[in-house]
């Protein structure tokens, strides 16, 4: 599992990256940059929801101790 969460959160990075890329800065709400926002803010959701996850099993394992 916790091989599987590092996976998810090496995309979201890739994807968080890629998209930061194609985001036009000029006029950022606009086309396709604000598909890129949209994908920007989906990435950074999904790792803060794995990252979430990793610090919650961690607490799970330690209170099993």
């Not at 998209?19 to 920007?40: H, R, T, Y």
Request: hydrophobic fraction near 60%; charge should be positive.
């Amino acid at each position: 599992m916790k091989i599987f969460i590092y996976i998810i959160i090496a995309l979201s990075s890739i994807l968080l990256i890629f998209n930061l890329i194609k985001v036009d800065w000029n006029n950022p709400l606009m086309g396709d940059s604000s598909i890129a926002l949209i994908g920007v803010f989906a990435a950074a959701s999904g790792i803060a929801l794995m990252s979430i996850l990793l610090v919650s099993k961690n607490i799970e394992k330690k209170n099993k101790k």
